[in-house]
């Protein structure tokens, strides 16, 4: 049987002296769409946070597992140049950098390799066509005077340029009218069409993201815990009875 591509196994975290995860479980399978919800302080965030190694986090029990082996205790750019990819709820502006000298840098981390400007560019053009986003966004600087939804979408033209084997959109539906909401779906989409492999974890509040992702499994986060899993039944029951109907 083949290694899952993805795994929380037993996963206690703490912030500030505070137990918030209390013993998470979840596994993604590669080309599995997996989604987590869970109402306000139940952990979400915290998750994604944890997942990508940020070190106000403090992993206290349990370990990460990707494509086999424990990650735990990996910092941050040894998960992405790995193959982990953190689609962040508010994205960071950063002045000075232009979005494809970003994507050059990291890619270039990433794969070991000196991409030329030219060749990133070609992909980088042929990608923002697939996503709807406006070229000049190349030159601008990253994330610098763009709205929530233009963020978004720069956040799956990274996934897509990265090319990344699990992906977590931590929120990435946060603050998008159902427009934008539609072109950050459609983007995950394609991304998935070209790498059929791609693992998600997508973490929301939101049952309208999921009309548009069609998770393979649903997972409600409640007090830092897993306490169901099921198919996308289960969050279309979520949407009609709310958290109650899970909280002890």
């Known amino acids: 049987m083949a290694e899952p591509l993805f795994q929380i196994e037993d996963l206690h975290v703490t912030a500030e002296g505070h137990e918030i995860l209390k013993?998470?479980?979840?596994?993604?399978?590669?080309?599995e769409v997996h989604a987590l919800m869970g109402p306000n302080g139940s952990g979400k965030s915290t998750l994604a946070n944890t997942l990508l190694g940020s070190p106000e986090y403090e992993v206290t029990a349990g370990r990460i597992l990707f494509k086999g082996e424990d990650i735990t205790d990996w910092d941050t750019d040894v998960r992405g140049k790995s193959g982990m990819f953190l689609?962040?709820?508010?994205?960071?502006?950063?002045?000075?950098?232009?979005?494809?000298?970003?994507?050059?840098?990291?890619?270039?981390?990433?794969k070991g390799i000196d991409l030329s400007v030219l060749e990133l560019r070609l992909s980088i053009m042929e990608w923002m066509e697939r996503l709807d986003m406006d070229p000049s966004f190349a030159d601008r600087y990253l994330n610098e005077g763009f709205s929530g939804g233009e963020k978004k979408r720069n956040e799956i033209l990274q996934m897509a340029i990265l090319e990344p084997e699990v992906a977590i959109l931590d929120e990435t539906d946060s603050g998008l009218d159902i427009d934008a909401l539609k072109v950050v779906a459609k983007g995950v989409q394609e991304?998935?069409?070209?790498?059929?492999?791609?693992?998600?974890?997508?973490?929301?509040?939101y049952q309208r993201l999921l009309d548009h992702l069609q998770p393979d499994v649903v997972h409600i986060l409640v007090d830092g815990r897993v306490v169901d899993s099921g198919g996308p039944e289960l969050a279309q029951r979520l949407e009609a009875e709310g958290y109650d109907a899970w909280k002890a």
């Open 23 to 31: 013993g998470v479980d979840l596994t993604v399978g590669a080309g």
């Open 191 to 205: 991304v998935r069409r070209d790498r059929p492999d791609l693992g998600v974890l997508a973490i929301t509040h």
């Open 87 to 110: 689609a962040f709820q508010y994205p960071q502006e950063i002045a000075g950098v232009s979005v494809i000298n970003f994507l050059r840098q990291a890619l270039s981390a990433r």
